[in-house]
């Protein structure tokens, strides 16, 4: 029995998949909330924050209280550095000291760039997920478009099969017919399997069971706001881009960095103050004058290094040569940014030409099928003439799907470069 049980349960396991329909906002956001990626930088985030509360530390006062309780024959010896006593109490808080400031303030700025990285990696996850939708939602189009054809290809095959079968047209009329239709049932398969590996990749994408699939929604969207002209882009693209906002905290951060490894050759003052509880059983009053049992102490702790550490002054120096690298990778990307922005900017352009050839092509083949249907009601065209003609629609339909979506998806990749995705799709 138990064996049945797991027997049925591994066959239905694939039935539990999960299929959900949503629209692409509805995606966007899932993605943004549940994404590994997106997840695992969040917690790289939280540990900066947590770094910053370390290198905070030296310069919160450090409480510590316990008992040095000890029996005295003779005079009292210390206990770990300090007089026996019942109770102690120290606090110790530093005041000055220029190199861990400046390590507190490298803290804080990797801190600003970990959060620049998460704002950056949302950009990405949010192109992502829009590609794969607008993939999704485009294969599924494309199959119901695929279907229409299938169905009108089957109609010209049977009524060249009934020619043939009355002897009116050649049997490779019918042969040939057949491949027309054999070739788009391939087509439909095709984008069958496109359509599930597309709506599966899209539910891994979104923190989900690769065996789940994510169904894109009919709804109508509108197209985002985009610049006005290419100056404009790249202008934008350059003050708002993340990747490069980050490079810039980098080389804050290591210009701090360098200025903590100069900084441990000046000096540190740390505030001291310590209590503690004597006992006569001690014997204090034996060796000296008077005994006292409540004693406090309250003062400050210098530190002057006398000569620079060797491995300080090599350490700042690398931190001087990495800020150089830092510098040009940052020229590069400038560089690299403005390129790539004109060349979204013109994609924007060319997809726009294209999208607009392909409604052209389609409103003729429309106009094409009209013809056909007005002409086989006068008798002067065939089932076959009109089913041609509609087979040629929805190639022009598949056609103006690829160019509607080639110029969404050149709107959205502009949009990531300026940093205005996530904004545009939410």
Request: with cysteine.
């Amino acid at each position: 029995m138990r064996k049945l049980t797991l027997l049925m349960l591994a066959v239905s396991a694939p039935c539990l998949a999960e299929v959900r329909t949503m629209t692409l906002k509805e995606a966007v956001d899932i993605a943004l909330r549940q994404n590994p990626d997106l997840v695992m930088s969040r917690l790289d985030e939280q540990k900066s924050d947590l770094n910053v509360r370390i290198a905070k530390d030296p310069f919160v006062p450090r409480v510590v209280v316990g008992s040095g309780l000890a029996y005295s024959s003779g005079f009292p010896m210390s206990i770990e550095g300090s007089s026996p006593a019942v109770f102690t109490a120290q606090a110790i808080g530093t005041v000055y000291n220029k190199s861990k400031s400046y390590s507190l303030a490298q803290a804080r700025e990797e801190a600003r760039g970990a959060h620049l990285e998460t704002t950056a990696k949302r950009e990405d996850i949010a192109l992502r997920t829009a590609n794969l939708f607008l993939n999704a939602e485009k294969a599924a189009r494309a199959v119901q478009i695929a279907r229409r054809q299938v169905e009108s290809l089957q109609k010209v095959v049977e009524e060249v099969a009934a020619r043939v079968k009355e002897g009116r047209t050649l049997e490779m009329e019918l042969r040939r017919a057949q491949l027309s239709l054999a070739i788009a049932r391939q087509r439909v398969e095709v984008l069958e399997t496109e359509e599930s590996f597309a709506e599966n990749s899209l539910a891994v994408l979104l923190g989900m069971q690769p065996a789940d699939r994510v169904h894109a929604a009919d709804e109508s969207r509108g197209a985002p706001v985009m610049p006005i002209d290419e100056e404009e882009a790249v202008s934008g693209a350059l003050q708002t881009n993340r990747e490069l906002r980050r490079l810039e905290s980098v080389i804050a951060a290591k210009i701090l960095e360098a200025k903590a490894n100069r900084a441990d050759r000046l000096p540190t003052v740390d505030l001291v103050a310590q209590y503690g509880l004597f006992a006569k059983f001690n014997h204090y009053e034996e060796f000296f004058q008077k005994f006292q049992r409540n004693n406090g102490q309250l003062g400050v702790s210098f530190r002057v290094p006398l000569y620079a550490s060797h491995a300080a002054t090599a350490r700042a120096a690398q931190g001087d040569l990495e800020v150089a690298r830092l510098r040009l990778e940052v020229q590069n990307t400038r560089n690299r940014i403005s390129l790539d922005t004109r060349r979204s900017f013109q994609e924007v352009k060319k997809a726009e030409t294209a999208a607009d050839v392909a409604r052209l092509a389609l409103e003729v083949a429309r106009d094409q099928v009209s013809v056909m249907l007005a002409r086989m009601e006068e008798g002067r065209a065939t089932m076959r003439q009109v089913e041609e003609a509609r087979f040629e629609e929805n190639e022009r339909w598949i056609e103006w799907l690829d160019g509607r979506y080639a110029l969404e998806r050149a709107r959205y990749a502009l949009l990531r470069e300026s940093g205005d995705l996530v904004v545009a799709l939410r």
